[in-house]
């Protein structure tokens, strides 16, 4: 009883721990979160503080850069003024002052005053004083006013000081009301001799009013100073502050007037004001602008930006609070009920569930570990130690075996995740799973895996037989053909048997596929029946079967193999109530004669299939070197082929069709010919295949295509073409865009062109099929069923597609006038054409009995060699036009 009230209370300090821990984090989390939200505005708003001011420096710079180009540009049309006016007066070579007075104070000198003065504007013009300061001359008046200028400031600086050549001062006005601001220029004799001045003015109110055009905004202000820091001009303007000296105070304040350009804060000497100021120095004049905005205005921005960033911080941490308050509320009524939920979830679990600590006893058991062994909750509780548990279960029959082997074992791999599978005794697969702890002792977890195991057997059976027949697959085929080819080496010999079914394809496609699946499945037995407990039997899918016949080499055995595997086959199948016959194509490897790798024996099995499939079907061949050398020899023509279209070697050639009643040529049909550079003229019979399983037929039948249509619109109007379409080409299903793109390209009216095709187009989708004829009859052109009557159902066909005319096939023709011949199978045809106002043309016309028969029989129309066979494009030109003569 104590044992078992200490594991309780180790338990439930498991569980507060657990239940606390959350609350804590979720505590913890709630305040760094809150935390890190103000530490986040506050950064937000002084980064947003420092980018206000940076953006009110860079506005200051830009406005005071332009108004010193501006002034630059403005003083420097003064200097060029005065400097014109001083080289004109140099010019005359005036001697003295007194010479200078007496030159200088006449009418001609006025007139060129005005004229040079002429478009400026300014106070008083261009004026002219004397080495007294009397005013001689002037761009404005004649004769001049008594004005004398000797008392100012400037011109006793220019007067006293030979190197000083030009003074600017503020003064008050002696030609207008107002200060004015003065440019002053020496005027110096050859020798440095001074004989007066030329001076020009602008008053304060005219920078005043440039300035105000700036819009630099509230709490702002532009002034213009003489870089001995005296006031010219401010905006705002304070009458009393113009002419003031601002060059004093701190070290950031004289830097305005002594620094080419200067951008700084600093406390306003005139209101006091923090400020950002930008000045720059004139580079013509010794001036200097200056612009200031109160750092007030320019964070007034910044401050609406931190009212709304501080209100949707606070709005923010106040609703994380109350989601914090509201989360934890629920935690603490959901952690109320988790114990229960836990006991719940491992009782209700289809796993039984053990843990165990470091000291081999149990903490946790559910109610499904009890159930599944049959056990006792009174031995098997929390507390019990590892080895009573096992012994309980060896005491009630759910465990077999030694209890103290077991336990050993377990509990000397205690650190290392465990799994085995053990069988009851009533059948049941177990699956127990033993994982580590993380402070010691481990979890185990026992499961009913039957069905899975039984499910994985069924998946890995899937995964090597066929599941349609059962055999094995190519999977299990290939395992076992290595394990075959690793006992070569102790002399054991092998043959594989490599069976296509001949026909499958039109038995699927006419019958459907569930008759398709039954007579493979009818084929697996009989292959089955044919081989001894020793060999494999495999489908390698679709229509193909292989054999592997162990411990032979024997030709005579793999033939008598082969010949009965082909007696067993064609024995007619019952299919769903229907007797369909059978055959197959059989290839044979042996092992080590033809090859001693899997691979190479599976190429040369298949090699001899594929020779029996080309030798008419229906018989078996034993792989010889030459079938290498024609494979060779195929994958050549191949390779030329893909480059024949291009390098021009094909040809179309052209057999007339004769008119039976009239015995003229009113047709031709197009023949591809293939005329190899090293091979020369290769049969159609040859690549004609190849091009259609490498899928090359649809370009090279959309050339014969136009190249028939092209010569046949130089024809005479009465002959039509035909042009055989190959089952690649009309699945295409741009078959009627290539056909009229032909026919507009070529001219050739769509009445005169005919489309021949097979049975094979129309037994894999009858309506697809039908869909493309009704666009090839909208284009007008006519279409013809080519070799009828050799393949599965041509007379349902005649009754469901639009034909125009029914080609019968040679294998009909070439016995006709002989005993026991197939001319009523040609009556017949031709009477069902003629009753559904179809032309019959019959082929391989060879001989003139065979002529008469067909039209005493009411054939339209014959082609064969009796004629001609299929010529050049020239010869048959040389054919028409002798016929149009005749």
């Not at 440095?192 to 005043?208: H, K, M, Y």
């Not at 009753?835 to 129309?861: F, K």
Request: glycine letters at 8%; hydrophobic letters at 40%.
């Amino acid at each position: 009883m104590g044992t078992s009230m200490r594991w309780s209370a180790r338990l439930r300090a498991l569980l507060r721990r657990w239940r606390g821990a959350p609350l804590t984090w979720l505590i913890v989390g709630g305040c760094v979160l809150m935390a890190a939200m103000a530490i986040g505005t506050a950064l937000t708003v002084d980064r947003f503080r420092q980018n206000a001011i940076e953006s009110g420096r860079d506005s200051l710079e830009s406005a005071v850069r332009l108004l010193a180009r501006h002034f630059d540009r403005e003083f420097e049309d003064f200097a060029v003024l005065q400097k014109s006016v001083i080289a004109e007066l140099e010019s005359r070579g005036i001697g003295s002052a007194d010479v200078f007075r007496s030159e200088v104070a006449t009418l001609a000198m006025h007139e060129v005053l005005r004229a040079k003065a002429s478009g400026w504007s300014d106070v008083a013009g261009a004026n002219v004083f004397d080495s007294n300061g009397v005013l001689i001359n002037s761009s404005r008046r004649w004769p001049v006013a008594d004005v004398s200028v000797g008392d100012r400031g400037y011109f006793k600086r220019l007067k006293n000081d030979p190197a000083a050549q030009e003074e600017v001062e503020v003064v008050a006005g002696r030609f207008g009301g107002g200060p004015a601001i003065v440019f002053a220029r020496r005027v110096s004799g050859p020798h440095g001799e001074f004989f007066g001045i030329v001076s020009r003015a602008i008053t304060p109110d005219q920078l005043e009013s440039f300035f105000a055009s700036s819009g630099l905004g509230e709490e702002s202000s532009i002034a213009m100073h003489h870089q001995n820091g005296e006031l010219l001009a401010r905006v705002p303007h304070v009458d009393a502050m113009i002419g003031q000296n601002f060059r004093n105070g701190t070290r950031e304040q004289m830097a305005v007037f002594e620094r080419t350009y200067v951008t700084t804060q600093l406390a306003s000497p005139i209101d006091g004001k923090d400020r950002i100021v930008a000045s720059r120095l004139l580079t013509g004049e010794p001036l200097v602008v200056v612009a200031t905005r109160s750092l007030d205005a320019a964070l007034a921005t910044w401050r609406t930006q931190t009212k709304f960033f501080v209100t949707v911080a606070v709005l923010s941490i106040g609703l994380l609070v109350l989601t914090l308050t509201l989360i934890f509320r629920q935690m603490t009524r959901r952690l109320s009920l988790e114990k229960q939920r836990l006991d719940t979830a491992l009782n209700t679990m289809t796993q039984g569930l053990l843990m165990f600590d470091q000291d081999e006893r149990l903490i946790v058991c559910n109610r499904r570990y009890i159930e599944m062994y049959g056990l006792s909750p009174d031995v098997v509780k929390p507390g019990a130690h590892f080895r009573e548990v096992i012994q309980h279960r060896h005491d009630t029959g759910s465990f077999e075996g030694d209890v103290d082997s077991y336990c050993d074992g377990i509990l000397n791999n205690a650190g290392q995740t465990q799994s085995t599978i053990v069988e009851t005794a009533d059948g049941r697969l177990i699956e127990i799973k033993n994982q580590p702890g993380a402070a010691g002792g481990w979890l185990a977890t026992h499961e009913d895996v039957t069905e899975r195991i039984r499910a994985d057997e069924r998946i890995a059976h899937m995964a090597h037989y066929d599941a349609l027949t059962d055999l094995p697959n190519r999977v299990l085929m290939r395992g076992h053909l290595e394990r075959r080819v690793a006992e070569l080496s102790q002399g054991k010999p092998f043959a594989i048997l490599y069976i296509d079914v001949d026909e499958f394809k039109g038995v699927n496609d006419s019958l459907g596929h569930e008759v398709g699946d039954e007579l493979l499945r009818q084929v697996a037995n009989r292959l089955r029946a044919c081989v001894s407990g020793n060999d494999l039997v495999a489908r390698l899918g679709g229509d193909e079967f292989a054999i592997v016949k162990a411990g032979t080499n024997d030709h005579a055995e793999l033939t008598e193999l082969a010949e009965n595997i082909l007696k067993a086959l064609r024995t007619p199948v019952d299919c769903n109530g229907q007797e369909i016959p059978t055959d197959a194509s059989i290839g044979i490897a042996i092992a080590p004669d033809h090859g001693d790798t899997l691979d190479a024996l599976l190429k040369r099995a298949d090699l001899a299939m594929y020779a029996a499939k080309s030798e008419g079907r229906r018989t078996f061949r034993v792989f010889v070197p030459e079938y290498d050398a024609k494979a060779r020899l195929r994958r050549q023509l191949e390779l030329d082929l893909r480059q024949a279209l291009t390098r021009g070697e094909f040809e179309v050639h052209y057999q007339p069709l004769v008119d039976l009643a009239a015995n003229v040529v009113n047709g031709c049909e197009a023949l591809l010919r293939w005329r190899h550079p090293e091979r020369g003229m290769i049969s159609p019979v040859d690549f004609i295949p190849v091009a259609e399983e490498t899928g090359l037929i649809g370009e090279i039948g959309e050339w014969v295509l136009k190249q028939a249509c092209t010569e046949a619109a130089s024809w005479p109007g009465d002959i039509h073409i035909a042009v055989n379409v190959s089952p690649v080409q009309f699945r295409s299903r741009t078959l009627a865009l290539k056909v009229a793109t032909a026919l507009a390209e070529s001219g050739l009216a769509p009445g005169r062109l005919e489309l021949e095709i097979t049975e094979t187009v129309l037994i894999r989708d009858d309506a697809e099929a039908l869909t493309i004829l009704h666009q090839l009859r909208e284009l007008g052109v006519r279409i013809a069923l080519d070799d009828f009557g050799t393949g599965y159902s041509s007379l349902s066909y005649l009754h469901r597609f639009p034909f125009d005319k029914i080609k019968i096939d040679r294998s009909f023709i070439s016995d006709i006038g002989e005993p026991e011949d197939s001319s009523p199978i040609v009556q017949a045809v031709v009477h069902m054409a003629a009753a559904r106002h179809m032309v019959t043309t019959a082929e391989g016309v060879e001989t003139e009995a065979q002529r008469e028969v067909l039209r005493r029989l009411g054939c339209s129309q014959m082609q064969g060699w009796l004629f001609s066979p299929a010529v050049p494009a020239a010869k048959l030109k040389q054919l028409l036009s002798a016929q149009a003569a005749a």
